[in-house]
């Protein structure tokens, strides 16, 4: 069931880039012309990135606890790099031969730019991102880097319990104080949702008890107090003149950690399909692709074929996106990811050899 939660967050994500905002561009005329209640809707889209964290929080420790830190090192690179840089040869393609009116494909493509792309964390090398939805791939990152300092003692579930506890209180001083160096490592404005999935987490293995729905309280009262910080953010540059609640915002992202209870701890958890594990599978490549690829795709259908309407090539941008995730799973992921585990396995221990002779 979490993988299928993984998919609506990435397809919440896809509403708020493709409806949520008034893009001209991609529709000839605002969402809020022909999608009203749509787009009003499609405004708190951008809740699916933070729904996104929380459920990182629970899969990522699920994937951490009985590994060392290079074994967790060697899954999330493996995981995470064949399909950014097939996606990013797909955009620097796209750029090149049919380039947006906003963007310059002599600077995009400047070799320092694509190096410092192929990186996946271009923002602290002071470049441009290509790709401009892996900006969370750096949050997740700075996430994964923290796992590793509790992987070097070895996950228990006290050391885990302990880790969380420590980096809530570090996250409060830090966005209290704003420690603007700290939160860089703090991540303040997320701590309480991986705090809250890695407690999901331990509930499930060890069982419920006060003290975790104790962190797991502080952790989202935390979250949602810091919640505003992102509210003025989209307030500030998604072009809207609506106004994006901070009350609905709370509420809508309360009611998917209400899910995600559901679905590891609750009833839901028996759900198991077959569809809903390819469903999570497609969550990464479809988000990689859905801005960089999808709204130029969907732009060049509204222009092409006027007939589609807005819905029409809606719908079919979707699919187009659906299905070009599932190609880049099925032939490059899976392959290209056993070839990158083996090799790095193989690195984590290498067979000494013998002393060169003079």
């Known amino acids: 069931m979490v993988d299928g939660l993984r998919l609506v967050a990435a397809l919440v994500v896809a509403a708020f880039h493709f409806l949520g905002t008034p893009m001209l561009a991609t529709w000839g005329e605002s969402p809020k012309v022909f999608a009203y209640l749509v787009h009003r809707a499609a405004m708190y889209g951008w809740l699916g990135v933070e729904m996104f964290f ?16 290079g074994e967790f090192a060697v899954s999330r690179i493996s995981r ?3 399909a950014y840089w097939f996606v990013l040869l797909l955009i620097v393609v796209r750029v090149a031969v049919i380039p947006l009116r906003n963007e310059d494909p002599a600077s995009l493509l400047h070799p320092r730019e694509l190096v410092a792309n192929l990186t996946m964390f271009p923002g602290p090398l002071r470049s441009d991102l290509l790709n401009g939805v892996a900006w969370t791939l750096d949050v997740e990152a700075r996430f994964y880097l923290l796992m590793v ?15 969380c506890t420590v980096w809530l209180v570090a996250a409060f001083v830090t966005y209290s104080q704003r420690l603007t160096l700290l939160d860089q490592f703090v991540l303040s404005t997320y701590a ?16 419920q008890n006060l003290m975790l729905w104790t962190v797991m309280g502080l952790a989202w009262a935390y979250q949602l107090s ?27 992202l309360t009611a998917f950690l209400g899910v995600l209870v559901l679905a590891t701890l609750g009833p839901l958890r028996h759900v198991r399909h077959r569809w809903l594990i390819t469903a999570g599978a497609l969550t990464y490549p479809f988000y990689l692709l859905h801005v960089s690829i999808g709204i130029p795709f969907a732009k060049g259908l509204t222009h092409h074929v006027p007939a589609l309407g807005h819905w029409g090539t809606l719908a079919v941008t979707t699919t187009f996106v659906l299905l070009l995730s599932y190609g880049i799973h099925r032939w490059i992921e899976r392959p290209v990811g056993r070839l990158m585990r083996r090799g790095l396995r193989r690195g984590l221990r290498p067979a000494e050899k013998p002393a060169f002779m003079h």
């Open 192 to 207: 309480g949702l991986f705090v809250a999935g890695i407690v999901l987490y331990l509930m499930c293995r060890f069982g």
């Open 54 to 69: 929380l459920i990182s929080g629970f899969v990522i420790c699920m994937s951490a606890w009985g590994r060392t830190p």
């Open 80 to 82: 995470l790099f064949p």
């Open 149 to 163: 300092l509790v992987l070097k003692f070895g996950a228990t579930y006290q050391r885990m319990l302990g880790f």
């Open 226 to 252: 810091v919640l505003q910080v992102r509210v003025n953010w989209h307030l500030a540059t998604s072009g809207t003149t609506n106004t994006v609640s901070w009350t609905l915002s709370a509420l809508l």
